[in-house]
């Protein structure tokens, strides 16, 4: 095992390791927001149903262009109504209606000539089939309306409804334990004097989860005794995926490694050759995934993202596990070192990225994170970012597929 891995054969080898959820569970459309489909969804209806009119106007044929035409019905949306147009004959048509089989073109009410005692003038340029939307032009019976794997989202649900579909087959979600450790945090309702630490950290983590989707369980804090940590570790395991912050390290009170070693990790990576996150750890305990993850608040969320959520997403069974890469024009210079992989906070808009407060932050800093939307990652050999220098930002917003990312490279 490699102490300091490659930061993305770290990332790589997480998402390896990870496995997707397989519990199944039904839910209706109304809760199922934020959610993954466990199976697909094929179409149950045709979409459009019926031809029907896209305009309220005439409903003509198209060799009629250029003649007074006599509407001889009116057909309202929610209307049926059977072929009968004679020659020189129309039909006045709202929004929505169906349209008759006798009728293959939509003259808007405001593209007539005139129109006056039931008899309209039709232009002499019309286009075929122009404002009518046919039966199936979007999706025919049987269609894949959408994939496994796909994040159920406000206008697939309109879709859903609009096919009669209310109950959805979705992925369990995941039961995730946040922990932290360490005997000088306190919990923002008890006092803490000068010299204690508040735990910001398990409220930043499942706040960040709850934003993504998940929902987390805080467990408490781990106290800083191997024998302690070992016995709270063991009552952990019916979750699927723990999240420590702390107690990581090397110090004489990091005891995380050795207590989930005890239970029966089998670790994939301790540490990665990143500045600031090198102190993470990930791998399985039987069926459970582990990360751990460094204590100073920074890191901690800096790791949530370029490590963390990735993984959630692929063990939640979404398709969506790729990083949100956009290219960008660097507007400020700044400096990094060279020989590890630097993560480099910043704000990145329309096209353009400024380092957060000139790259000069510690790792234990807090605001830093509320200045920032991005994370630059650079290449060990870099020693500084120039003005004007093009780079690749990790932004915090979203994950993409494979697919969606394929589409911009």
């Known amino acids: 095992m490699n102490k300091y891995l490659d930061f993305k054969d770290a990332v790589s080898l997480s998402l390896d390791i990870a496995e997707v959820t397989s519990i199944q569970e039904i839910a209706h459309i109304e809760d199922s927001i934020g959610r993954v489909l466990a199976q697909d969804i094929v179409c149950l209806k045709n979409l459009p149903s019926f031809n029907n009119s896209a305009m309220d106007g005439f ?19 929610g209307e049926n109504s059977d072929e009968c147009l004679k020659d020189n004959e129309c ?35 019309v286009v075929k089939n122009s404002c009518l939307r046919f039966k199936g032009e979007e999706k025919v019976l049987e269609d894949v309306l959408f994939k496994r794997s796909e994040v159920v989202t406000s206008a697939m649900v309109a879709i859903l409804a609009s096919q009669g579909i209310t109950m959805l087959p979705l992925y369990k979600k995941l039961n995730i334990a946040v922990v932290s450790t360490g005997n000088e945090l306190k919990e923002p309702w008890e006092s803490a004097s000068e010299d204690e630490i508040y735990n910001c950290n398990s409220y930043a983590i499942i706040s960040l989860l709850k934003e993504k989707g ?68 990930m791998g399985k305990m039987e069926n459970t995934f582990v990360m751990c993850l ?116």
């Open 214 to 281: 998940f929902d987390a369980t805080y467990t408490g804090v781990i106290p800083d005794s191997l024998e302690k940590s070992i016995a709270y570790v063991g009552e952990l395991k019916s979750y699927d995926l723990i999240i420590t912050t702390g107690g990581i390290s090397m110090g004489d009170a990091d005891f995380m490694a050795e207590a989930f070693q005890s239970n029966g990790l089998d670790i994939a990576f301790h540490g990665v050759n990143i500045k600031p996150g090198r102190p993470i750890m």
């Open 91 to 125: 039909y006045k048509i709202m929004t929505g209606a169906k349209v008759p089989d006798d009728a293959d073109t939509i003259i808007p009410i405001e593209n007539v000539i005139d129109y006056k005692n039931d008899v309209v003038t039709i232009k002499e340029n």
């Open 294 to 409: 460094p204590g100073n608040p920074l890191t901690a969320m800096v790791n949530m993202h370029l490590f963390a959520l990735p993984v959630l997403h692929k063990m939640q069974g979404s398709s969506c596990i790729h990083h949100d890469i956009d290219i960008a024009k660097n507007i400020k210079s700044f400096k990094t070192k060279a020989g590890r992989v630097n993560v480099v906070l910043g704000f990145y808009r329309n096209g353009e990225y400024r380092v957060t407060q000139d790259n000069k932050y510690g790792s234990g800093m807090i605001t830093v994170l509320h200045d920032s939307n991005c994370i630059l990652v650079t290449k060990k050999s870099t020693d500084s970012v120039s003005q004007q220098q093009i780079v690749k930002v990790i932004k915090f917003n979203c994950l993409y597929t494979k697919d969606q990312i394929d589409l911009f490279n």
């Open 59 to 77: 409903a003509i044929k198209a060799t009629d262009a250029g003649k007074r035409l006599k509407v001889i019905k009116t057909i309202l949306a």
